[in-house]
């Protein structure tokens, strides 16, 4: 039986983790690619008796994971899914403040694991499922700080950036292609998870936005990442999706 394919970085934790716990479903195959491993999403799994694979990769190390998601997908017999979609969601903030205050280290694998990841992990997908054409998607999580700088964020907002810039060239190359797919930058919201705890215990010496952060936890704006998940997967399964490829969650377009 054909089944729908559906691979999440960053799926352990967070929206990615939500993400892929709403995808498991009879006729879908979901696949993590995270650093850690999510214990309530493998027992869900098992409760319902669904197929998922977790892969543990550090995505700041991101060739080991695009060569293995090559080499599975070329290995997989010809016909086997629907559709294909990546989902590029991994990303970290470093140490808030100016880049002359952050170490190299931290500035380094900020970048790839919101960038270098998602252009290697897009290319070997593309690569791997060109046979299937147009039943493909990629949906990258950006940022409205990829739209907008933000003060002692410069590594994520770059990261950010280049992910819609690279969405926007991807999606000029697919289009070229008789069969090519559909590719989405996507900015999800302001979501409660642990990359908004890091922000609000920032220092507001380097991070002059800190107190920001603070207001919108206190004044109950954020939204859950259950829900930030729905409406992100709602985004994904629109019939005009890659028609606007840098996109926001709440724009009407249908």
Request: aromatic fraction near 4%; charged fraction near 20%.
């Amino acid at each position: 039986m054909t089944q729908d394919l559906y691979i999440i970085t960053g799926a352990s934790r967070g929206m990615g983790e939500a993400i892929a716990r709403q995808l498991l479903s009879p006729g879908h195959l979901v696949i993590g690619i995270s650093r850690g491993f999510s214990q309530a999403l493998q027992a869900k799994a098992a409760a319902l008796d669904l197929p998922l694979q977790q892969w543990q990769h550090d995505l700041s190390q991101p060739l080991a994971a695009a060569h293995e998601l090559q080499r599975w997908l070329e290995a997989q017999p010809e016909g086997s899914f629907n559709r294909a979609t990546l989902i590029n969601n991994a990303g970290v903030i470093p140490r808030l403040g100016p880049v002359d205050a952050t170490s190299l280290e931290d500035l380094s694998a900020a970048l790839r694991v919101g960038l270098e990841a998602t252009l290697l992990l897009s290319s070997a997908f593309l690569r791997a499922t060109a046979a299937m054409g147009r039943s493909r998607r990629i949906l990258n999580i950006s940022s409205g700080l990829g739209r907008r700088a933000m003060a002692g964020s410069a590594a994520y907002c770059a990261a950010k950036a280049g992910m819609d810039n690279l969405s926007s060239a991807m999606a000029l190359d697919e289009a070229n292609k008789l069969q090519g797919a559909s590719i989405v930058s996507l900015a999800p919201g302001v979501i409660d998870t642990d990359m908004q705890v890091q922000l609000r215990a920032g220092d507001p010496s380097g991070f002059p936005d800190q107190q920001a952060f603070v207001n919108l936890k206190n004044n109950r704006q954020l939204m859950s990442p259950e829900h930030a998940a729905s409406l992100v997967l709602g985004y994904l399964d629109r019939r005009d999706f890659g028609g606007r490829v840098l996109a926001d969650v709440r724009d009407s377009q249908n």
